[in-house]
Every structure is written in structure tokens, then in C-alpha cells.
């Protein structure tokens, strides 16, 4: 089983990463705070420097040191996830083959976000040149001017005009009209539901979710409350929610009704409020056939298939997707290895990479891919069905008022009437 080491300690998978610059007396405890973050980083990560193998050979001269790149990931992606390894071979090979050190750390988000902010003024030489960042990140570190554009070139152009990206995929990545970052593996909340389940779960109504005998179960934990949103679009509720708009009081109605239902039919855990992360579920949920969770989170599991969400009425409906992408430093155009750092992602942007990542990590494809990767039980169709996350400053505000809602409807404080009235009244 794969390990969620991204929901200790962490918001959200997907989580607009918030702007944690310190100001005024607190300047330098940011700064020490950020690199403390960057020791216990190189301290939790065994899997950097990943330098060329040297040719011994006689020399009168002493040997150039090679070139280096550094690269930071989010957590998801540590070497001990099958994504995370299958992205730690990919650069050990560009490595060798491109005679570069890479030094790779792996962070929380929002502690890159920290450290993009004070090591600039800390310790400059230790900013990365590339990054792999998820959708909200990516937003928030390009309106902060952190990360700098893709080239405007012939080459570039083509990558980014001219795939057949995905359409949750297409608008996640650009700002302000330009490309900030290269989509490289997506993800999307599902039903990981048992196998002689799944395909009536499909097709039923949340009505029948909340009517023994099936239980389901969700990480409640989770903060902003992301499988709640997913629900919210299902319901086919836009962003943001407006009390006028008939359609967003109805979603948020169903969304409230489930969870109120399910929770006194006692089809839903009381203890939901307490897991953050599919680890959570097999420990104290294994035995509900459906969990509501990431779609890279279940790769790994038996008799369990990933349910796109149905709407209230059990029929195919819009769901939210999100990508992780490669982005890069604002920095790095006028440093020395900007074209390394230009080919380490067109290199990992190749059909066969992509296409393995996707075998190996069990993540969803960016772009059609041919052929259909083995490995992937979603439906190519699906894809099509999948919207982008909505913009961080659009939701953000919204979060509390969700939460606040959710716990109340889980410990049965209120109804759901009362609970979409107290959402819009914030």
C-alpha cells in the first residue's frame, strides 16, 4: 500500500498554497524557520545528490564539476510511492546521461512557498531551478512572481499549443495568459468502491448511499474539505457559490442531505472527522465497500474499482480534476544551466514517460494517450468529463464556511436546510 505521507501535517491534496512571507519582527523567524524547513528537508529525503557516474581516467588537470540542477517535489512524490520511484529512475538516467548533478528535495507545499521567500534573501544558491507543483501552487507562486514563464520559442510553442490536452488539464497551468507550467500526471476525487459493488454504485442515487445496508466512508479531516467540493460539482453547484443561483442552494442541499443521512443512518463513520487520507480508511474503514478518495491513492488496492462521482440522480456527471506540472524558477532564465533545466522537462515529457508514469504511478493522463495505458480501469470518455479546480482566490474564502458546515452536519448539530442558510449568511 502506498504511503499518503502528503496528508500528515498538510492542508489538502490539491491545496492552494498560502502566502507565509513573515513581516516586521517576525522577518528573521521566517528566515530561520525556512532554513530549518530546508535542513529537516535534505535530512528526510535519502535520495539526493543524484550525480553522473565518473570515468576514472588519468588527468593532469583537475576534473570540472559537473553542472547542478536543484529540484524540489511535493510530497506525494517521495521515492517510497510508486510514482515518486519511477520519477527518482527517470532522473537518475538524466543524470547519467546528461553528465548533471541533480539535488532533489522533497517538500510540504506550503513550506516551499516559505522557503521560496526567504531563501532569497537566506540563501539564494539553495532556490531550486525546477519544480513540480500542483495546480494551486502553481497559481499562487505565478501571481507572487516566483516562477517565471515557459519560453515564447518555436519548440515550446508547439508542446503547449498544439497537444491535445485534456480540458481539466488545459486550464491549469496558464497565467495571465501565459504557460507557468508543464501538466505531467493528474489526479481526481473517485469512489474506490469493491469490485461486486462498483458498478451499481455507479448508477445509484446518494439517496440509496445513505440507506443501509452499503456504508461509505471519507476523510472528513481533511481541511479545505476538497471531497466535499467534488460533491459540490456532482451536484452540478459552480464556483463561486452564489445564494441567488437556484442550481448552488440545491447542490449544496444534497451535498448536506447526504451527509446529514448518512450520518444517522449510520451509513457513514462517526469517527469520519478524524481521517485525513486513504491510509486512514484502510486502517479504521476497510470494512465499508466505498471510500471517497484520491484517484493516485488507490493504485495499489485489491478488489476495489475507482467510480467516477454520479450526480444525485445516479447519472454520468462534471467532476474536478487537478494536475501536478513541472514549473520553473523565476530565476532560472538567466541562469547558467537554463537549457539543462529545459531539457530535464522535455525529457520527462515524452509519450513513452508519460505513458509509463501512468502504468507505474496510477495517475490519470494529461493528454489522450495511444495506446490506453494497461493499467488505467478509468474510462478514456471520462476524462472529458473533468473540470479544472477553480481559481485559489475564488474558492479560498469558501473553505471555513464548508467546514464549518460539514462538522455540524456530522455531529448532528444541525439540519441540512439550516446548514445551506448558515453557508450563505458568512
Request: net charge negative; charged share 20%.
Amino acid at each position: 500500500m502506498r504511503t499518503e505521507s502528503f496528508a500528515q501535517g498538510v492542508q489538502a491534496d490539491a491545496n492552494p498554497v498560502r502566502s507565509l512571507a513573515p513581516t516586521g519582527a517576525r522577518f528573521w523567524m521566517g528566515i530561520l524557520l525556512a532554513l530549518g524547513l530546508l535542513l529537516v528537508g535534505c535530512q528526510n529525503t535519502a535520495w539526493f545528490p543524484l550525480a553522473p557516474t565518473p570515468t576514472p581516467r588519468p588527468s593532469l588537470s583537475p576534473t570540472p564539476a559537473p553542472p547542478v540542477l536543484r529540484v524540489w517535489l511535493p510530497a506525494p512524490w517521495t521515492p517510497d510511492t510508486p510514482g515518486g520511484a519511477f520519477l527518482r529512475a527517470r532522473l537518475e538516467a538524466f543524470a547519467r546521461e546528461r553528465g548533471v548533478e541533480l539535488q532533489v528535495r522533497v517538500f510540504r507545499e506550503q513550506d516551499m512557498a516559505l522557503l521560496l521567500t526567504n531563501l532569497e534573501i537566506a540563501a539564494p544558491q539553495a532556490l531550486p531551478h525546477v519544480l513540480l507543483l500542483s495546480q494551486g501552487a502553481i497559481e499562487h507562486l505565478a501571481h507572487r512572481n516566483q516562477l517565471a514563464p515557459f519560453p515564447e520559442d518555436e519548440t515550446w510553442k508547439v508542446i503547449f499549443e498544439e497537444t491535445p490536452w485534456y480540458p481539466y488539464t488545459r486550464a491549469s497551468v496558464w497565467v495571465r495568459q501565459k504557460p507557468y507550467a508543464l501538466p505531467w500526471a493528474g489526479d481526481a476525487w473517485v469512489f474506490w468502491v469493491e469490485e461486486a459493488l462498483a458498478e451499481r454504485w455507479s448508477r445509484q442515487s446518494w439517496y440509496a448511499w445513505a440507506q443501509p445496508p452499503d456504508t461509505w466512508a471519507y476523510p472528513a479531516g481533511l481541511e479545505p474539505p476538497w471531497p466535499l467540493w467534488a460533491l459540490y460539482r456532482a451536484a452540478n453547484g459552480a464556483f463561486p457559490p452564489v445564494p441567488e443561483r437556484a442550481s448552488d442552494r440545491e447542490a449544496l442541499l444534497e451535498v448536506f442531505s447526504l451527509i446529514h443521512r448518512s450520518r444517522r443512518n449510520r451509513t457513514l463513520p462517526p469517527n469520519v472527522l478524524t481521517w485525513r487520507s486513504l491510509d486512514d480508511l484502510l486502517r479504521y474503514a476497510y470494512h465499508h465497500p466505498a471510500w471517497l478518495a484520491r484517484y493516485d491513492e488507490g493504485a495499489d488496492l485489491v478488489n476495489r474499482k475507482p467510480v467516477r462521482i454520479p450526480s444525485p440522480q445516479g447519472k454520468p456527471t462534471v467532476n474536478l480534476g487537478w494536475t501536478y506540472a513541472w514549473a520553473l524558477h523565476r530565476d532560472l532564465p538567466s541562469s547558467p544551466v537554463y537549457q539543462q533545466a529545459l531539457d530535464l522537462v522535455r525529457t520527462l515529457h515524452t509519450q513513452d514517460v508519460r505513458q509509463a508514469l501512468m502504468e507505474t504511478g496510477g495517475w490519470l493522463p494529461v493528454t489522450p494517450m495511444e495506446p490506453w495505458p494497461r493499467a488505467l480501469t478509468w474510462n478514456p470518455d471520462d476524462l472529458l468529463s473533468l473540470d479544472p479546480l477553480p481559481s485559489i482566490e475564488i474558492l479560498e474564502p469558501w473553505h471555513a464556511r464548508m467546514k464549518e458546515q460539514e462538522r455540524a452536519l456530522l455531529e448532528d448539530r444541525i439540519t441540512p436546510s439550516d446548514a445551506v442558510e448558515a453557508f450563505f449568511q458568512k
